[in-house]
T-cell receptor, first 114, second 110 residues
């Protein structure tokens, strides 16, 4: 397994601003994943972040809106840019530390945009 | 495109009951099947992983099975407790891309 922390745990932001979410893992991992969970919905993959290369985004998500950094093998950030109330969600990062296709999730960041 | 359905969407049972949560897939190309628990406003806790070559996994009072031919998985919870109240999510893990079901919201009443 893996111990994953996220900062901030929650935030309330104004429309038009940006928020950067941090994800820290207690071990080195090749891939880190970012998910969004809109209110009352299940999780949707935003992008996969590999160290040393650009993130791979899923359909419906673009780099200008959700820029991702992956400076090393234990850390990643997701920025939610130019926020609108529709961006109010829980944002979660996950990793597969053992390479067994079993993912472990961080505690999530609950974002509210006014 | 793989779609994952979970039924029921919500379930309320008295403490002590055995219960079954269902998960079905539109595409029989199931890789690894993972069950999660999510408490309100929190992240996901991995409960069980069934590798593509396996048919079931057990952990304590939990047992998950996978029938790839029918595209179905079930999560069996024995002797349910109020602390089991949470949303349970299944996900098909295909090359590290998880496709989630909508979840079953479970309430176990004391």
């Amino acid at each position: 397994s893996a111990v994953i922390s996220q900062k901030p745990s929650r935030d309330i932001c104004q429309r038009g601003t940006s928020l950067t979410i941090q994800c820290q893992v207690d071990s080195q991992v090749t891939m880190m994943f970012w998910y969004r969970q809109q209110p009352g919905q299940s999780l949707t993959l935003i992008a996969t972040a590999n160290q040393g290369s650009e993130a791979t985004y899923e359909s419906g998500f673009v780099i200008d809106k959700f820029p991702i950094s992956r400076p090393n093998l234990t850390f990643s950030t997701l920025t939610v840019s130019n926020m609108s109330p529709e961006d109010s969600s829980i944002y979660l990062c996950s990793v597969d530390p053992g390479g067994y296709n079993e993912q472990f999730f961080g505690p999530g960041t609950r974002l509210t945009v006014l | 495109k793989q779609e994952v359905t979970q039924i029921p969407a919500a379930l309320s049972v008295p403490e002590g009951e055995n219960l079954v949560l269902n998960c079905s897939f539109t595409d029989s190309a199931i890789y690894n099947l993972q069950w999660f628990r999510q408490d309100p406003g929190k992240g996901l806790t991995s409960l069980l992983l069934i590798q593509s070559s396996q048919r079931e996994q057990t952990s304590g009072r939990l047992n998950a099975s996978l029938d790839k031919s029918s595209g179905r998985s079930t999560l069996y919870i024995a002797a349910s407790q109020p602390g089991d109240s949470a949303t349970y999510l299944c996900a098909n893990n295909a090359g590290n891309m998880l496709t989630f079901g909508g979840g079953t919201r479970l309430m176990v009443k004391p």
